[in-house]
Every structure is written in structure tokens, then in C-alpha cells.
């Protein structure tokens, strides 16, 4: 995606980059000051995604955002880097109570696989992935029931709940790093998150291997250590991806999926719950 056609316009924002959302940490050094505003149009949701219909005349709440004059093509070149061009384009609206003009991501071909948003506002962290998903797990890691060894049952549920893990996972390192790009390429981005590195040091104390489940060759392997996110990282989706691939997996890998299922959750559910705190801390 290209920048603006005119980067002296201030953004509107009714997405992922207003504060208190994910996006937010990504352009807030770049920021002079931001307000509360709407503009005509209609909010859509697609693949979980606020996008607008500027086809509408509702009043969609977001914030004008006016960046720094020495950071202005910063704060929009970050904007681009993270949101995929498949997705948005740009252009230009008038806010309602300002009255003034700004620069707007559009939705492409709008109607298409989209629904119409309930409220005129969206908030991230009401996504069910973050609320409901993450109750769920930590619901069934509580309870003793789901963690019998003896039987195939408490296995499968297990890897469900380790494969609902990583959805959340992809979900939130979309929102808060880059919308587009491979699977790997966002997670790894996890290791430069300082409340990451920390938890994985706090609820992690054991170093492991895992091999892939279709290459089990010695150069193929991955290494869980609490020392090196990255490469914890590799570990915890070689896992994921081994659930994905084998199927049922082994019996005997009962005991590695319950302390990564464990382990992964508490880290992320830290991770998550911070980086909304600081969004909304700077707000």
C-alpha cells in the first residue's frame, strides 16, 4: 500500500489504531495529539477487521489523529507496514464535528464477505478471542477432569484447546504488529516484547526439544529455553504444527502438550491484558 495522497491531512481512525486498541503502540511516538470525532459512513467487520463503507450515512466513531510535523510520513508508513492493501485503500472524509478533512482507509469492495457492525464503534477488546476464548482455556487448564492421562479424550481436548491457543495468538500478533505476512514472521515478533520475554522467564523452567512430526531429523528440531524467545517461539508452533499434521500425535506427548498449553496461556494472557493497559494508559 502507497501513502496518502496528501500526508499533511490528519488520519481518522475508527480501527485498529485508535487509542486503546492493539495498532495504537505502533504510531503513538509519532502522534501530536488525538480526539474523539466520527464520519459518515458504514462499519463493516470482515475476517474479524473493522473496515469502513464510505457508501453510508451513519455516524462511525474514531479519533482524529494528528501526527508530529517532523513524523508524519512515519506515523503513515507504520500505518502501511501493518495494514494489508487487500484489504483498504485510501481516502479522504469529513469529520463531523471538526469539520475538517483527513485521510481514511476505505474498505475495498466493502459488501463482499463482510457484515454489518452492530454499534458505530469498534473495540478490540471485545473480541471474543481475548474474552470468551481465553476463559474457555483457562476454565479447562483449571479443572482436573480435562487433564486425565489415561485416556484419549482429555488428549484431544487438549490439543483443541492448544490449536484455539494459536488462534489467539495469530489473532492478536495481527492486530498489534502487521496484518499481512507468514504465521512465523508476526509470532517472532512476540520475542521483542519485553512482557513476553519476561513471563516466558517466570512460567517457564525447563529446556526441551521437539522435532518436526514429517522431518524428525537432528538439524529440524526446536528448542523450548527461557532464555531465547525466538526460539521458544519455533517450539511452541513446532507443537501446533505437529497437532495439525500427525493428528492424534503420540500418546506419550500428553505431558509436553499439557505444560506448553499451560505455560503458552499464561504467558500470552499477561502479554495481551498489557499491551491494552499501555494502549489505554497512553490514551
Not at 464535528?97 to 457492525?117: C, D, H, T, Y
Not at 502487521?178 to 529446556?207: H, W
Not at 528440531?221 to 532464555?227: M, Y
Request: glycine share 6%; proline share 4%; aromatic share 14%.
Amino acid at each position: 500500500m502507497e501513502l496518502p495522497q496528501n500526508t499533511n491531512l490528519p488520519f481518522f481512525s475508527y480501527g485498529i489504531f485508535k487509542p486503546g486498541e492493539l495498532a495504537f503502540l505502533s504510531i503513538h511516538e509519532y502522534i501530536h495529539s488525538f480526539k474523539r470525532c466520527s464520519s459518515k459512513g458504514i462499519l463493516r467487520i470482515r475476517d474479524g477487521l473493522p473496515i469502513l463503507d464510505k457508501d453510508g450515512y451513519d455516524n462511525v466513531e474514531g479519533y482524529i489523529i494528528h501526527f508530529r510535523n517532523d513524523s508524519i510520513k512515519k506515523g503513515y508508513s507504520r500505518i502501511i507496514e501493518i495494514e494489508p492493501d487487500k484489504q483498504y485503500e485510501w481516502g479522504t472524509g469529513m469529520m463531523n464535528e471538526e469539520k475538517i478533512e483527513a485521510n481514511i482507509l476505505f474498505a475495498k469492495v466493502p459488501e463482499n464477505g463482510s457484515i454489518r457492525s452492530d454499534y458505530s464503534c469498534y473495540n478490540g477488546n471485545d473480541d471474543p478471542l481475548f474474552s470468551d476464548a481465553m476463559t474457555l482455556i483457562e476454565d479447562m487448564i483449571k479443572d482436573p477432569e480435562n487433564l486425565h492421562h489415561n485416556n484419549y479424550y482429555g488428549f484431544f481436548k487438549l490439543q483443541m484447546a492448544y490449536l484455539l491457543l494459536w488462534t489467539i495468538i495469530e489473532r492478536y500478533t495481527s492486530l498489534r504488529y502487521m496484518l499481512s505476512g507468514s504465521s512465523r514472521k508476526k509470532y517472532l515478533k512476540l520475542a521483542t516484547d519485553p512482557i513476553f520475554c519476561d513471563q516466558l522467564k517466570q512460567n517457564v523452567e525447563r529446556t526441551e526439544k521437539i522435532y518436526r512430526a514429517n522431518d524428525p531429523r537432528q538439524g529440524k528440531a526446536e528448542t523450548l529455553n527461557p532464555e531465547n524467545p525466538k526460539s521458544s517461539l519455533d517450539y511452541y508452533y513446532q507443537i501446533r504444527s505437529n497437532i495439525t499434521h500427525r493428528g492424534k500425535a503420540a500418546f506419550k506427548d500428553f505431558n509436553r502438550l499439557e505444560y506448553s498449553l499451560k505455560e503458552l496461556f499464561y504467558i500470552m494472557k499477561a502479554t495481551i491484558d498489557n499491551a491494552f493497559e499501555e494502549s489505554i494508559a497512553q490514551s
